[in-house]
């Protein structure tokens, strides 16, 4: 016998208080006057025996009654086969944790998993007794999970509307949120039913499993063949510079999940549904392969795309989806500092000089317009020869390319070094240290010396050279050059000359980046800007300032969250969320500096690719990936489930596997399980007809009166 409220029986030390007022009973005895002592001698021994089988009888039913009402509210129960004997069974809640994730779609001899889970949990129904309660709790964790039935009829419903599901989480997870449900009912049978195929990778996870002691887990497996699987595991776009027609680079990752080589898998990639790209692979027992693609882009804007599997009979994950962004345009802010005559970039960003897929957007403004500039509706920044930056600018500027952004720095001649020193600091780069000219008119300060042709930077810029060479680049003269000395951050010399000057530097700050160059965008400082190298030095340097987080999409996992950040929308704008089947959702957001923030997050987010909206117009595409670990297809073994899961719960599991058993044994199992009822009601009944019987005896019965 067990009590569901233990902590009442402190009260049984009531019982103790009549016990107490009959041995202390401190009445004073009256003095009472005889006329003779002869009414003495007539006192029967009997009748004082009486007596006192009178007082003890009502001492034994005061303390009884007392005791049978602490005990009827400690609510005693009792279970195991005793119980059986006695009567029904009590009330009962059970949690029944159905597996429907991919991977039981698969089939054995005995057909689909999931069907096999169907019948299965049907059968535990037939226990339902009026008053229990099922809580139906699905591996994915999407609403209405978990549902509560009081009904057996509901269940089976809610059980055949299950279906195979992306984005289950862990079996354990799911363990979890049925044991916090159980934990809210106050019942005497409280139950946990996990039916699974067990699915080594997604059975559990480091987090302990909170079960309380008096609930029973019970683990009926299904399933036994578990099989291989290739799958595409991952997408990334290589190139950094997008543009229409131009090749990008495209590499996609392949995982062998089972233990027999595979050898001749075909891949394809699909942008716009349209295939422009395949590839032939071998893939090793347990063994990862990547494939690269190059790709031609033949429109603009947010395209989508997919690495696809061919013949794969687990279609879950034969398919890895991923965005491109080709831009239209690329919005361009240019800061001329004061006289300074930006025509040199006006002329190079000019449709006449650049080629048909470079579009820009350009908007001229003087130094002094630059605080009340909005950056962060620009793709990309360019400071062309700016004297000062005011402390508010410096911030503005720098959160732009933290946030993101694309800067593009040319000096001039009366730029204030303090100035700009402070804007490299706050960026964590190095420092200019001045300018320096050649000692006669005309005289060089240095030549290309070091080119980093492997930069994303000259993608695509120089032919492959079978010998091996370096490419070399048109050699401008300069008449004059920043001095600039890196820091150890994030930075890179793209280009320096002879004496290890730097002339082209990267600087990654956050998720943007800087292009310094050393010399202005005009004549005065060098021939540059009448070179052939300049017009797509610079083109390609906005394109890949521009492209720093815009490339592809973001991207996350099934039942994960993501924060998306819109640079340069206002605070006000709406922001909506389109699936692929042109359902809407409107997430919540929040303003920051240059910037809104959507949160991104719950049910509506299954695999596919989503459209970002910003007043009905596509502005980003994420992508919303199946979890990889659920492309390992191997099972785990009931016992070896049973002690992982074991750990993670500190209760004891019962492992019902009816394919040793026989299904005939699933109702006797389940009733040796769960038999209990509870004696409340029992115990207040006897307290109730002790109390009775109290009062007759104590009215009734007066030996006392023969005195």
Not at 348 to 375: H, I, K, P, Y
């Amino acid at each position: 016998m067990t009590f569901l409220n233990p902590l009442l029986l402190i009260g049984l030390a009531a019982a103790a208080i009549p016990l107490i007022i009959h041995l202390f009973n401190f009445r004073r005895p009256q003095r009472v006057a005889f006329s003779s002592l002869a009414f003495l001698q007539e006192l029967k021994k009997s009748t004082m025996q009486r007596v006192r089988i009178k007082q003890w009888l009502l001492l034994a039913l005061r303390t009884l009654a007392i005791a049978c009402f602490v005990l009827s509210f400690a609510r005693p129960t009792l279970q195991g086969n005793l119980a059986g004997t006695f009567g029904a069974r009590g009330k009962t809640v059970s949690a029944l944790v159905f597996d429907n994730s991919t991977s039981m779609a698969l089939r054995d001899g005995s057909g689909s998993y999931i069907d096999q889970a169907k019948a299965l949990t049907k059968g535990l129904l037939s226990d339902f007794e009026s008053g229990d309660e099922w809580i139906l709790v699905p591996t994915p964790n999407v609403p209405p999970s978990p549902s509560s039935f009081l009904n057996a009829e509901s269940v089976r419903e809610a059980i055949d509307a299950l279906e195979p599901q992306v984005g289950g989480s862990r079996l354990s997870e799911a363990i979890s949120r049925a044991a916090a449900e159980l934990d809210e009912r106050s019942v005497l049978n409280k139950e946990i039913y996990v039916v699974s195929d067990l699915q080594g990778s997604t059975l559990s996870d480091s987090a302990l499993v909170p079960v309380s002691a008096e609930t029973r887990v019970v683990l009926l497996p299904v399933g036994t063949d578990g099989r291989g699987n290739v799958a595409v595991v991952d997408v990334q776009v290589i190139s950094q510079i997008i543009a229409q027609n131009q090749p990008v680079q495209i590499e996609a990752l392949f995982t062998n999940f089972g233990t027999d080589d595979v050898r001749g898998v075909v891949a394809s990639v699909f942008i716009e549904d349209q295939r422009v790209g395949q590839a032939t692979l071998d893939l090793g027992a347990g063994a990862s392969s990547s494939a690269r693609f190059s790709v031609l882009p033949n429109s603009r804007g947010w395209l989508a795309g997919r690495v696809t599997l061919d013949d794969n009979q687990y279609l879950y994950d034969n398919s890895r989806r991923f965005t491109l962004h080709v831009p239209e345009q690329r919005n361009v802010l240019l800061v001329n500092g004061s006289g300074v005559d930006g025509a040199y970039l006006r002329l190079g960003l000019s449709t006449e000089l650049s080629s048909s897929s470079a579009r820009f957007n350009l908007e001229e403004v003087s130094e002094t317009a630059l605080s009340a500039s909005v950056l962060g509706q620009f793709d990309a920044v360019v400071l062309n020869g700016v004297t000062t930056l005011s402390s508010g600018e410096r911030a503005a500027v720098t959160a732009y390319v933290k946030g993101g952004g694309g800067l593009l720095i040319f000096p001039g001649d009366d730029m204030q070094l303090d100035d700009f020193n402070g804007l490299l600091s706050d960026l964590g780069a190095g420092r200019i240290t001045g300018i320096s000219a050649g000692s006669a008119s005309g005289q060089s300060v240095g030549v290309f010396d070091r080119v980093d042709t492997d930069h994303t930077l000259f993608e695509g810029m120089f032919e492959s050279d079978l010998s091996g060479r370096t490419p070399q680049l048109e050699q401008p003269v300069f008449f004059r050059m920043m001095n600039y000395v890196p820091a150890q951050g994030a930075e890179q010399t793209i280009i320096s000359l002879t004496g290890d000057v730097p002339f082209l530097q990267e600087i990654r700050s956050g998720q943007g980046s800087v292009l310094m160059f050393g010399v202005e965008a005009g004549v005065r400082w060098s021939d540059l800007p009448v070179r052939g190298l300049f017009v797509p030095l610079l083109y390609r340097s906005l394109y890949y300032l521009s492209a720093t987080a815009s490339v592809s999409g973001e991207s996350m996992l099934t039942g994960s969250g993501m924060q998306l950040r819109l640079a340069g929308v206002p605070g006000a704008t709406r922001i909506t969320i389109r699936d692929e089947a042109g359902q809407e959702f409107v997430p919540e957001q929040r303003t920051v500096l240059g910037a809104v923030v959507a949160e991104l997050t719950g049910s509506f987010f299954i695999p596919g690719t989503y459209d970002v909206l910003v007043n009905n117009d596509v502005v980003r595409r994420i992508v919303v990936h199946p979890d990889p670990a659920e492309s390992n297809l191997a099972l785990s073994d009931p016992t070896d489930a049973e002690s992982m899961l074991e750990s993670q719960m500190d209760a004891d599991i019962t492992i019902l596997d009816l394919s040793l058993t026989g299904a005939s044994s699933l109702d006797d199992q389940l009733r040796m399980a769960r038999s209990g009822i509870e004696l409340w009601n029992v115990f207040l009944g006897l307290a109730l007809i002790f109390l009775l019987l109290e009062m007759l005896v104590a009215k009734h019965w007066r030996p006392e009166s023969a005195l």
